[in-house]
């Protein structure tokens, strides 16, 4: 009986953590550039002393479903949306290189390009500071062209090009600061063949209505596993009644 508890409890366990990844998938259903995580129910062997022959089974995050979100045009010179494969590389909180899909990008204050985040973005020789500009323009292959202040259009001059890369996306893994990184920890190649399309941003891929099926079955899977630790506890007060009354 202490053995169907075990069983029952550790399951409630892990549906508990698969619920966390539909919850954050459905929570960032309307964040630019975001990827739907991915999570399975994995087994692990049970260590300790005997034969090793149980398995318990774990919730875990299998990586991030890498299909492309919807575009949404917003007309915005800072906004731009990676085509096809690809990322744009930023400098992550810890200084390393990142990669966001995520290109409603910003100016701060002092002129620096940044993510919505505040990350700043990397181009030719690091982040990416802009002059005050009366026009910002963003081409598909990342350079950006400003009209200086107080100047006519005939003055537009290229200043910088944004990294854009296009690693293997099984060598990337997402990092607790919302970024993808390079498993190994090197920073991916610059890739020619990634462009942006300005004026568009890539919406999430979060598909709602599956992640809404998948939270109502891991809710009833989780009412299941409730039952059967109740089941054991009046299974166990009728034993308690029976050798009372003996």
Same mark, same amino acid.
Not at 131 to 139: A, L
Not at 143 to 168: C, E, F, H, W, Y
């Given at each position: 009986?202490?053995? &169907?508890? @075990?069983?029952?409890?550790?399951?409630?366990?892990?549906?508990?953590?698969? $619920?966390?990844?539909?919850?954050?998938?459905?929570?960032?259903?309307?964040?630019?550039?975001?990827?739907?995580?991915?999570?399975?129910?994995?087994?692990?062997?049970? +260590?300790? =002393?005997?034969?090793?022959?149980?398995?318990?089974? /774990?919730?875990?995050?299998? %990586?991030?479903?890498?299909?492309? %979100?919807?575009?949404?045009? !917003?007309?915005?010179?800072?906004? /731009?949306?990676?085509?096809?494969?690809?990322?744009? *590389?930023? $400098?992550?909180?810890?200084?390393?290189?990142? @990669?966001?899909?995520? %290109?409603?990008?910003?100016?701060?204050?002092?002129?620096? +390009? !940044?993510? *919505?985040?505040?990350?700043?973005?990397?181009?030719?020789?690091?982040?990416?500071?802009?002059?005050?500009?009366?026009?910002?323009?963003?081409? #598909?292959?990342?350079?950006?062209?400003?009209?200086?202040?107080? $100047?006519? =259009?005939?003055?537009?001059?290229?200043?910088?090009?944004?990294?854009?890369?296009?690693?293997?996306?099984?060598?990337?893994?997402?990092? =607790?600061?919302?970024?993808?990184?390079?498993?190994?920890?090197?920073?991916?190649?610059?890739?020619?063949?990634?462009? +942006? /399309?300005?004026?568009?941003?890539?919406? &999430?891929?979060?598909?709602? #209505?599956?992640?809404? /099926?998948?939270?109502?079955?891991?809710?009833?899977? @989780?009412?299941?596993?409730?039952? #059967?630790?109740?089941? *054991?506890?009046?299974?166990?007060? &009728? *034993?308690?009644?029976?050798?009372?009354?003996?």
């Amino acid at each position: 009986m202490d053995r &169907s508890i @075990y069983v029952a409890m550790t399951g409630a366990a892990q549906i508990l953590r698969a $619920q966390d990844a539909v919850s954050n998938n459905l929570a960032n259903a309307s964040t630019v550039g975001f990827k739907s995580e991915l999570s399975a129910f994995q087994p692990v062997p049970v +260590l300790g =002393p005997g034969e090793a022959s149980r398995i318990n089974t /774990v919730a875990q995050g299998v %990586g991030e479903k890498m299909t492309e %979100g919807p575009m949404i045009s !917003t007309g915005r010179s800072l906004d /731009v949306a990676v085509q096809g494969q690809g990322w744009i *590389a930023v $400098q992550a909180p810890d200084g390393s290189e990142a @990669y966001t899909r995520a %290109g409603n990008l910003q100016l701060t204050a002092d002129g620096q +390009l !940044t993510d *919505a985040k505040g990350d700043p973005v990397i181009g030719n020789s690091g982040p990416i500071s802009l002059p005050d500009s009366q026009q910002i323009s963003i081409g #598909s292959d990342g350079t950006i062209s400003t009209v200086p202040l107080g $100047q006519g =259009p005939n003055t537009m001059a290229t200043l910088d090009r944004i990294k854009l890369v296009d690693p293997d996306p099984s060598q990337m893994v997402l990092g =607790p600061d919302g970024l993808m990184h390079m498993s190994n920890g090197n920073a991916a190649q610059a890739s020619d063949q990634v462009t +942006l /399309v300005s004026g568009q941003l890539e919406g &999430s891929n979060v598909d709602p #209505s599956s992640e809404l /099926v998948r939270m109502i079955a891991l809710s009833r899977q @989780y009412d299941m596993q409730m039952q #059967s630790i109740k089941s *054991a506890e009046n299974d166990a007060d &009728s *034993a308690n009644k029976l050798l009372q009354a003996n």
